[in-house]
């Protein structure tokens, strides 16, 4: 069996560990969002992709859920004494990071293998990849001007209103070979529970993305990001009324219509499967919160049955 | 009196602070060698102007004599934990200096530019500036191959047996307007206890850099980096020894023949007061070691009282 995830941050990167516990190395992909890429100091910040890898790996800080377990901010501090914007969170060895794959980068490695590699040095077993090599930041447009989404995410804490969502020169990114003969060869595909607007948008948005995902015979699978109205985690509940959608797993489930083929609600929201149902999706219901490994077996298991 | 210093690392550094202490910030101004200068990780590395800006400003580390006082390496462990070569010692506090200049560069400012807001920044008094705002690094030909200067001092220990030094494309820098401008209104020049192949020696091969010392009408003090036939600190004596010259304070002052009106010995040299005097230098003798604040202070004075 070979299964691609589709991932973002936090949500995301809490069931590809959870599938990851189940699936051999050989058994699971797992496609990241570089939209919540950003560029600080010269160097190339990849928030999601190290989210999961530091997931992946079992290093990442339990409490926040990014970043590394036990990482000091010294750098950081510095840096602010300095003058320099420091909203955004740069550990001291989450630093070593960023500084190795901006060397690997200024050195002519694409992000595909640079990310392979950093994967390889942590020792994460299965295969992540970038959506694409390019550097496609999103922007918001909001009531306070336009933003790249860590500042709004990080620096404005959420609080703009947002008006529409940019992925820059998105229609000029290209799907990675690798990432294509992922998805030529894939049983099936999971859409994680990440935010639909800025972290799996992004993705899906790569012209040719979605129709590759699409051509899949097996089934595509997507778990809700939104429980009882909420966001698990983060401002995908928020995003989603400002942009006039519906908030609710219903409205994430008419995101993703004619591409996903089965969909997880949370028990909570098993009131929303008829709706669901309608967008053509086979429609299971179990408890997505993911608040343990356990958990997060549990419905790595749940969407792997399904394929 | 406006009088400016030439220095490269730890001991010019000392003397530098000395002589801040003892003039006002218009008084002094210091251009510091950039020779040593090393591209790490995509970051641009000054250790001497950093050394100079650290000791300026009272942040260095007492004990090394370089790097911040108190600062950790965790980044730099992460480094080698990815791999990547551990030799320099990046602190992480100290990496934020470089992160700081690589992105002013990055946006446009030159060295000159960088390292006056630095100095600002850290509080320093003295202009510092850079000798020039090109990327001219010191190559070492030696029996273990060509090595940057940064790889011989640190990661080899300067073990190598050195045969010749390169200045990189040293024949294309520039003298930046504003050392030209403070070498044209100076009132005398201080050849700082540096290096003088890889600290002033740099400082000396940009092009017209000599002429334009050698045009001030003032007093041009070199004080010795070499006791007893010794380096201070550092690799002079070895490197002098193994290029052939004498390894006394009379081989450094025959590398300033022309230059240097003035030469200071330390007490214990004082023998060879008629061999530097044979090349047209007023010669006095001093305390050059410069252990404690009082000692650089008191060789301070007795510079500037030549001049």
Same mark, same amino acid.
């Given at each position: 069996m070979r299964i691609v995830a589709l991932a973002g941050g936090i949500g995301g990167a809490k069931l590809a560990l959870g599938l990851s516990r189940i699936l051999s190395a050989e058994e699971l992909a797992i496609v990241g969002n570089t939209g919540d890429d950003i560029e600080l100091f010269g160097l190339r910040v990849c928030p999601d992709l190290d989210t999961l890898v530091y997931t992946l790996s079992g290093l990442v800080d339990p409490e926040r859920g990014? &970043? %590394?377990? &036990?990482?000091?901010?010294h750098c950081l501090e510095a840096l602010r004494s300095y003058g320099l914007p420091g909203w955004f969170q740069l550990g001291d060895r989450d630093l070593a990071t960023h500084l190795f794959r901006t060397r690997m980068l200024n050195e002519g490695a694409d992000l595909v293998e640079v990310t392979l590699e950093v994967c390889r040095r942590l020792g994460v077993g299965p295969r992540l990849l970038p959506m694409t090599n390019g550097y496609h930041p999103t922007f918001l447009e909001t009531d306070r001007g336009k933003l790249h989404l860590q500042e709004y995410l990080v620096r404005e804490k959420c609080r703009p209103e947002m008006r529409s969502i940019v992925y820059r020169d998105i229609e000029k990114a290209r799907i990675p070979e690798a990432v294509l003969q992922l998805l030529s060869q894939a049983d099936g595909i999971v859409i994680c #529970?990440?935010? #639909? %607007? /800025?972290s799996i948008g992004p993705i899906l948005a790569v012209p040719g993305f979605r129709e590759a995902v699409s051509a899949i015979s097996g089934a595509r699978v997507a778990v809700s990001p939104i429980v009882a109205g909420e966001? /698990?985690? &983060?401002p995908a509940a928020k995003m989603l009324g400002e942009l006039g959608l519906p908030v609710s797993a219903a409205g994430v489930a008419s995101l993703y219509r004619g591409l996903a083929t089965h969909f997880i609600l949370d028990n909570r929201d098993a009131e929303l499967q008829p709706q669901v149902e309608r967008l053509g999706m086979v429609v299971s219901t179990r408890d997505?919160?993911?608040? &343990?490994l356990k958990e997060k077996v549990d419905l790595a298991e749940g969407v792997i049955e399904l394929i």
């Open positions: 990014w &970043g %590394l377990r &036990g990482d000091t901010f #529970p990440s935010n #639909p %607007l /800025i966001a /698990i985690k &983060g997505t919160i993911m608040s &343990g």
